[in-house]
């Protein structure tokens, strides 16, 4: 019997989404995969438009219509995600997967206490357990997310707490249930900058304290590389990149990693550099252009680009790149094997 | 170029793999600009309005409901100069018309059964020795009699037997022998009223009412709540506080409650103005009645807080967008930005929410009318003609059925239009 | 809570303070005096009401004094349609009926239409949702007096088989009697309910917490009873005030159709023989009442919304 080290926390395989609007057929993913381990925390980039949300719905089986899985498979630890019946999907969502969301002002019932909310998602899967328990239980929970006062806080309705302990509530709520991962959406977006710094710091915190598996979305590379182990970079709904933390920072391999990279303000830039913003606009969903989504935007494009999806090509110790650029060095080098 | 790419494990992009030893040198040459702008196919750009009135068109419910708005607007506008009785006109001999009615032969058959039994007994012997051409045997008399004897002659029975069934419009038995005669009779479509007044013209010139009424207090909310609702939305703070109070003030008040004490009150008064002289202003007011003028005076100071709120909390919105800041920033006054920049946004708003005002109003006018507090006599509305049917309800159902199917009808049809358009203008709406 | 309650009942009274010296301004403004129903009364007659009501004294002074015999409970007498029976006798005796009524009315409305209208948000999309609005939105569409004439003419008809329900009112028939009056008056306020409550269920549904509720693993049933049921109805209680005002005042129509002996009635009769004292009672008695009835939803409102209570500066 392998053990849980060989076993991997999560499976994504050529996963596809597409919504079913009037206007259209909107594929928002368009095949992408990736696999997480136990205790890992990938971290997933892109615009707004670029799937990221969409792919984590897909996982927790929170896709409304009309949106679609028309293709690929999700499994966790070894069970088929998309196959679940309505009461396994139930017991599935914030018991071994917990999702939190970005918006926190908007995302707690305005009209429950928080220790309402919080000892319903106890109960929700803890069918046996006291009311005076799961009370106890909650409370050690806003503890460990680092919120004072509990025995108050509890009775208090989510208009009287700020934005970012309303963050910590719902990290709260993820975790009352020990899940093996965690999917933070956008997490700290909508948070002024020093509550993101708090809140990322809890959840490097609570990660190392829990060993549970993180995909954390976000746009922002800043943040990506605070607290990821892995990076998948996605643009209209695919990933042209994919790796190690380091390897994506130090030697990206897409253009449009490189522009990310690029046009983020750094602190210790020298002091006049100008930021390169990534020119052009995203692309639109309903007609997604044959060859590299990315062409339009990109300095380098070449007369392939415009044709044809590129492929990945391997780059060692996981990193990969979709980037006809890199199939060019690829076919070169292999030219001067061949030769030299 | 003949070696394989290494083959990757994850493959969304199989399809192409396969034709990559295809590439070419030219492949990997630089893409020029205008290829890169060709790439993109844009999707056709239609403005707001172009996008909203689409969305209307597509909806069939709204355009059936437009279509019924304007056939409605034909037949109270253009309707009563196409019949030629007048609204007002006592028709003689034309009393108590049903909109429907016999065949002179047939109405004739059916005199010949109606009536005691004396006399039926008479016509059916009469009936009974024509048919057979000769006298009739004392036992055929003995049959006749105990027929009509034993029970009234089954009305169904003998029109169906004999072909009788009603046709549409009401005619006086006298229009019949005129149309006998080559004359081309009207016909009275709803048939008449006790004094012979043709119904269809009276519904026609009550429908004229009540669409003018609710169109004229639809504007006059939507004046005075807009300008309201702007003014109080773009001064904020303190002056917005009060100004919104008062208006919840005025909310609170029971509208229907103020507009009988105004009609009631102000009746004398608009009564002695109309006797004041023959101008224009007196004889409007003799025209529209102290009732109707109450009316828009309730209107006018009650029911406009709902349209104040609407654009005050649309203003309220937009005026913490930027292109407001950049308005103020390059000098714009006050008054320029209202116009120029806040208001045009809100004009969906304000479409939609006229557009659901006049059905209230006509309810509210049909309410009024029909309580006896509306429009008065000779003046008609559909209100007032179903109070006025009401009494005789059991003879003339019909009476009271198509003014109030025909008020229900237009309301209804302008509901559904209000929500159409609320449903194009703001799709973030749609349900 | 306490503040937010003070706040809304200073309001309440302000708003019957208005309505109160507006309805006697209007009636003063009439030429002659509303107390006078003679010609020429008899000059112990002026000294009364003189005394009473101050008629000689400026019209400030006249307000105050009407508003303080009001307070004491007394609104004059009627002077066409009872000769000198005291205008409060009167609406203490006609009231009942039409608040019994009206009070079925609206429950039977609040309760079918939440029902109809989560059905409605709940099957969005198909045949359920689609008849569901057509009979809403026709409901809403129907004047109180054509639904109550058209019952009328169907159950009071030349068709003697239809007779179930009787049309003119009779306490002593019980329930029966009580059916036709109180779906007429009831119909436009559940066809608005139920509207009102379809879209904010819909509302409701579509907020980020329903996420949360969905994320959480809770049960559908938790999330739709639970979760948006409550934040769906407050929009519906805040409908509940203006749908009391209308029920009385539609009340006039069904009274007057269905021949029910109760204050709405009489009320338009007064208006109709200018009985200007009852006329006032009767307009200050019942904007008293929708008041009354409209501050008590402001509280309940706060029961279900602790949000409000932040906002008018509790904590």
Redesign the interface.
Known sequence: MSNTEDKKLLEIKDLKVSFFTPAGEVKAVGGISYELGYGEVMGIVGESGSGKSVEAYSIMGLLQSPGKVIGGSITFEGEDVLAYNKNQLIDFRGNKVSMIFQNPMTCLNPVYTIGNQLTEALRAHNKEISAADANKKSMEMLEFVGINNVEKRMKQFPHEFSGGMRQRVMIAMGLICSPKLLIADEPTTALDVTIQAQILELMKDLQKKTRMGIIFITHNLGVVAEICDKVSVMYAGKIVEQGLVNDIFYKPAHPYTIGLLRSMPRVDADEYERLIPIEGTPVDMLNTPSGCPFAPRCEKCMQVCLKRMPPYVELGNGHRSACWLRVQEEMNKKEEQANG | MSDKIKRVKFGSMQPDIENLLELTPEDFAKASEEQKEGFITDRKSTSYWQDAWRRLRQNKVSMVALGIIVLFILFAFLGPRLVPYGYDQFIAGSENLYPWHYSLEDQALLDGVSGNDAERLETALATAEEEKGSELSSKEIAIIKARIKSGKLDIGEFKKENGIHLQLFGYSEAELERIENGEHVFPHVFGTDKYGRDIMVRIMIGTRVSMLVGICAAFLVLLIGATYGSISGFAGGKVDTVMMRVAELIYSVPEILVVLLISTALKPALVAFQNSGGGVLQRLVGLMGPNLISLFVAFGLLYWVTMARIIRGQILQLKEQEFVTAAKALGANSGRIIKKHLLPNCIGQIVVTTCLQIPEAIFLESFLSFLGVGVSAPMTSLGSMSADALKGVETYGYRLVIPALILSIMILAFNLFGDGLRDALDPRLKK | MAKYTLKRFG??L??LF??AS??FL??N???GSPWLSEKSPSQATINALNEKYGMDKPVIVQLGKYLENIVQGDMGVSLKMQKNRPVIDIITEMFPVSASIGFFAILWATLVGVTLGCLAAYN?GTWIDSLLRIIS??G???????VA??L??TF???NEALRIFPTIFNSSLGAKAYVLPCFALGLYPMCYTARQA??SM?DALG???I?????????NT?IIF??AL??ALIPVITYL?PEI?FV???G??TE??FSIPGLGRY??QS??N?DYPL?MGT?IF??AF??LM?FLVDVLYKV????IN?SEGG?
């Open positions: 309001m309440a302000i708003t208005v309505i507006l309805t209007l009636m403004s009439i030429p969005r939105t026709i809403i569409s129907m004047p109180t007096f054509v004439s058209l009328l003419t009071a008809g030349a379809r879209s819909l907020q980020d917490y996420k949360t509720a969905r994320a959480k693993g809770l049960r938790t639970k979760h409550r934040n005030g005002a009385f005042c539609g006039f129509v007057t159709v009320f338009i208006i109709l200018r006329i307009t019942l904007a929708i008041i409209n279900v919304d602790p949000r932040f904590e």
